[in-house]
T-cell receptor
């Protein structure tokens, strides 16, 4: 069974204090790893897809990296508007032309001015 | 409108009511999904449709009944729900089942 574990569950940072969120996974036949951002009461917003170990992607203050067992979301000099819950999901082939996303519980990030 | 829209945004219903959630995507995608998001739990995939055909049903109780009349619209018909069904119901779409999924804003459902 595919499993995704995100840590920490919650993280409080001062504005400008850089840190990393972790997503560790066990999956049979990883096709891709996805990062989403979710604001309260809203749907997840797509951030990145990573497909192979060693791959990195950046967007503004965020950088996502991938190894064979985990992914990190690095946040450099965060601002209050980066406060949200960050979700990690792994995609694997589930048979008959179907793919499934398995999500972690998320990391709730709070950036204090 | 663009992206994925969901109506209503909030719904309160009794256990004996029948209601429907609606999802519409304006992205030209062929696959659509229903997810359930409960507090302190990961998103749970409920149903997957690809080119209007249901391809996944993750052991969802029969009180939830999906309908996909075309690739742009997805419905979730609800009847005889339980209080534990209260959650945020999210719709998503993707170009194909292997592609990135884009989510709607969700319907916050409360079952009394």
């Amino acid at each position: 069974e595919d499993q995704v574990t995100q840590s920490p569950e919650a993280l409080r940072l001062q504005e400008g204090e850089s840190s990393s969120l972790n997503c560790s996974y066990t999956v049979s036949g990883l096709r891709g790893l996805f990062w989403y951002r979710q604001d309260p009461g809203k749907g997840p917003e797509f951030l990145f897809t990573l497909y192979s170990a060693g791959e990195e992607k950046e967007k503004e203050r965020l950088k996502a990296t991938l190894t064979k067992k985990e992914s990190f979301l690095h946040i450099t000099a965060p601002k209050p508007e980066d406060s949200a819950t960050y979700l990690c999901a792994v995609q694997a082939y589930s048979g008959a032309g179907s793919y499934q996303l398995t999500f972690g519980k998320g990391t709730k990030l709070s950036v204090i001015p | 409108e663009t992206g994925v829209t969901q109506t209503p945004r909030h719904l309160v219903m009794g256990m004996t009511n029948k209601k429907s959630l609606k999802c519409e995507q304006h992205l030209g995608h062929n696959a659509m999904y229903w997810y359930k998001q409960s507090a302190k739990k990961p998103l749970e995939l409920m149903f997957v449709y690809n080119f209007k055909e249901q391809t996944e049903n993750n052991s969802v109780p029969s009180r939830f009944s999906p309908e996909c009349p075309n690739s742009s619209h997805l419905f979730l018909h609800l009847h005889t729900l339980q209080p534990e069904d209260s959650a945020l119901y999210l719709c998503a779409s993707s170009q194909d089942p292997a592609d990135t999924q884009y989510f709607g804003p969700g319907t916050r459902l409360t079952v009394l």
